[in-house]
């Protein structure tokens, strides 16, 4: 399972599951209960549903090779 969620659309999830989830507990309708999707997805840094539909926030970074400084070098 590869991260498919940016850092900014982590922490706007994390806000709008927040937000939802209160309001569903304050007496608000049932569907704000899906706020805890949002919470779950902003944790993992996966969504199920951007994968399904090939959507990627997160950038790939290009990493310069990790050099083993126990490894013999010529």
Not at 1 to 18: P, Q, T
Not at 24 to 47: E, N
Request: aromatic share 16%; proline share 5%.
């Amino acid at each position: 399972m590869k991260c498919n969620v940016a850092l900014w659309d982590r922490i706007l999830r994390f806000i709008l599951g927040v937000v939802l989830t209160t309001y569903a507990v304050a007496g608000g309708p049932i569907w704000a209960f899906g706020g805890i999707y949002f919470i779950f997805t902003a944790a993992w840094g996966f969504c199920p549903l951007y994968a399904t539909l090939k959507i990627r926030t997160l950038r790939e970074e290009k990493r310069a090779p990790r050099i083993n400084p126990f490894e013999e070098q010529s």
